[in-house]
């Protein structure tokens, strides 16, 4: 389960910002996630909740917002969301091509902002 490490990591950024501004309570953090960053929601707000419960931390809302996949054909350079919208390799809408695209957002996972008392 890859979003223990995920959290862990998100933890140790927002201590970090918290010490740099100075603030001792976490209200709010929103992380954005790439569709292809193969992060389970559910399974993030629970190791964030576990890992924060006996801690200062505790009782923060983990706000998550899911970015589409938006890719880029490298024969026309159209921009689509491929459907399924997992997919990598999906056929242009404009000209057919299925390879070879550039992945332009979906692979994203980083804090969006973070709210501190
Ligand atoms: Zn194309």
């Known amino acids: 389960m890859h979003e223990l490490s995920i959290a862990q990591s998100l933890l140790a950024l927002i201590e970090d910002e918290m010490a740099k501004h100075g603030k001792e309570k976490l209200i709010t953090v929103k992380v954005r ?6 992060v389970v929601p559910e399974a993030l707000s629970m190791a964030f909740e576990v890992m924060t419960a006996d801690s200062r931390l505790a009782g923060a809302a983990l706000v998550m ?7 880029r054909c490298r024969d026309c350079s159209r921009e689509f969301t491929p459907d399924p ?7 242009c809408p404009g000209c057919g091509q299925e390879l070879g695209h550039t992945v332009v957002s979906g692979r994203e996972l980083y804090i969006e902002y973070l709210e501190l008392e």
């Not at 996630?33 to 193969?38: F, K, V």
């Not at 917002?65 to 890719?71: G, I, K, N, S």
């Not at 919208?85 to 056929?91: C, D, L, R, S």
Request: glycine residues 4%.
């Open 85 to 91: 919208p997992t997919a990598a390799f999906a056929p």
């Open 33 to 38: 996630h790439g569709r292809l960053s193969s």
């Open 65 to 71: 917002e899911e970015t589409p996949v938006l890719l």
